[in-house]
T-cell receptor
């Protein structure tokens, strides 16, 4: 069974204080790992897809990295508008229609104080 | 505007009264999926559909039904809702599923009394 665990559950930062969110996963062959951002009362919004260990992707103050067991979302010099819940999800490499299955972690609630 | 729409956005019902939550996308996506989100449990996949007339169970399909008769629509049916189905529901779509970006709807908040 695919499993995704995110830590910490909640993270409070001061504006400009860089940090990282962790996503540990167990999957029988990784097809892709996704990061989403979710604002209160809204649906998740796509940030990144990572496919293989060693891959990195960046977008503004966010940088996602991937190893064979975990992914990190690094936030550099965060601003209050970065406050949101960050979700990690994995898709296993399987046959047939099984690659439509997506497993999410429970999310990390990030709060950035001015 | 490319989007995924859900209706209703908020619903209060009673145990056992059948209900349907509609989901529609205007992006000609083949893949659609339903999730529920509960505090501390994150998003859990209920059902997904790779294409018209093709549906598969996710991690928590019990108590739910789906149908995909048209490409753009993917309704979620609760034949006999129970209080443990009180949750926030999201519909999502992507071009073909797989590792492609999923676009999420705004969510439907359901309360079953």
């Amino acid at each position: 069974e695919d499993q995704v665990t995110q830590s910490p559950e909640a993270l409070r930062l001061q504006e400009g204080e860089s940090s990282s969110l962790n996503c540990s996963y167990t999957v029988s062959g990784l097809r892709g790992l996704f990061w989403y951002r979710q604002d209160p009362g809204k649906g998740p919004e796509f940030l990144f897809t990572l496919y293989s260990a060693g891959e990195e992707k960046e977008k503004e103050r966010l940088k996602a990295t991937l190893t064979k067991k975990e992914s990190f979302l690094h936030i550099t010099a965060p601003k209050p508008e970065d406050s949101a819940t960050y979700l990690c999800a994995v898709q296993a490499s399987g046959g047939g229609t099984s690659y439509g299955k997506l497993t999410f972690g429970q999310g990390t609630i990030l709060t950035v104080h001015p | 505007e490319a989007q995924v729409t859900q209706n209703p956005r908020y619903l209060i019902t009673v145990t056992g009264k059948k209900l349907t939550v509609t989901c529609s996308q205007n992006m000609n996506h083949e893949y659609m999926s339903w999730y529920r989100q509960d505090p501390g449990l994150g998003l859990r996949q209920i059902y997904y559909s790779m294409n018209v007339e093709v549906t598969d169970k996710g991690d928590v399909p019990e108590g739910y039904k789906v149908s995909r008769k048209e490409k753009r629509n993917f309704p979620l049916i609760l034949e006999s809702p129970s209080p443990n189905q009180t949750s926030l529901y999201f519909c999502a779509s992507s071009f073909r599923g797989g590792v492609e970006t999923q676009y999420f709807g705004p969510g439907t908040r359901l309360l079953v009394l």
